[in-house]
């Protein structure tokens, strides 16, 4: 149990492109879903924490207007680049947590990443 | 606030040697303590976790962690390691009480023949 996907797995681009990553939680409901953002060797740095049917809350330096969440249903979260440039260029990584009471609703469990090269 | 640290940024054993991750925490509530793994190329994957109940905590692959808040510590230990446990591993931490979950640098664990 708690398995999350994630689709892509990899991604090339055009500069200035936009491009959609979906984030799925296969086998529980997901009330909030976050969006990482990992660089080589280095841990994992929180973009966005997102809450099904609300907006998202952005960590301080990202850009909202460029990194768009929506979390529309309890199994899905997208986050979308838009008009991507070389420095979007990274492995990103969703994770979901089950809703508040559940059995594991403390636990995040983590997609396996996209990985993102804008030419 | 609540923060991470993990001793070593990487961590290399012979395969049947101990293997030791030190992971220091500070929060001002009662934590929840997790420690994650991840292969190259690959998202997290879930060892344990330490949520107020028993102190040691057992996981999958024959991890084990224990919850000693006297030293506000979270040390990963696995008797004897095996080649395929080469990884990075994270350690987390959240409140007890919000979403807020924040990860250590990381330990890139080696496994020599």
């Known amino acids: 149990g708690a398995v999350v996907s994630q689709h892509p797995s990899r991604v090339i681009c055009k500069s200035g492109t936009s491009v959609k990553i979906e984030c799925r939680s296969l086998d529980f409901q997901a009330t909030t879903m976050f969006w990482y953002r990992q660089f080589p060797k280095q841990s994992l740095m929180l973009m966005a924490t997102s809450n099904e049917g609300s907006k998202a809350t952005y960590e301080q330096g990202v850009e909202k207007d460029k990194f768009l969440i929506n979390h529309a249903s309890l199994t899905l979260s997208t986050l979308t680049v838009t008009s991507a440039h070389p420095e979007d260029s990274s492995f990103y990584i969703c994770?979901?947590?089950?809703?508040?009471?559940?059995?594991?609703?403390?636990?995040?469990?983590f997609g396996p990443g996209t990985r993102l090269l804008v030419l | 606030a609540q923060s991470v640290t993990q001793l070593g940024s990487h961590v290399s054993v012979s395969e049947g040697a101990l293997v030791l991750l030190r992971c220091n925490y500070s929060?001002?509530?009662?934590?929840?303590l997790f420690w994650y793994v991840q292969y190259p190329n690959q998202g997290l994957q879930l060892l344990l976790k330490y949520t107020s109940a028993a102190t040691l905590v057992k996981g999958i692959n024959g991890f084990e962690a224990e919850f000693k808040k006297s030293e506000t510590s979270f040390h990963l230990t696995k008797p004897s390691a095996h080649m395929s446990d080469a990884a990075e591993y994270f350690c987390?931490?959240?409140?007890?009480?919000?979403?807020?979950?924040?990860f250590g640098a990381g330990t890139r664990l080696t496994v020599k023949p």
């Open positions: 987390a931490v959240t409140p007890y009480n919000n979403n807020d979950m924040r």
């Open positions: 929060s001002s509530v009662p934590p929840y």
């Open positions: 994770s979901a947590r089950e809703r508040a009471g559940g059995l594991r609703w403390e636990t995040q469990y």
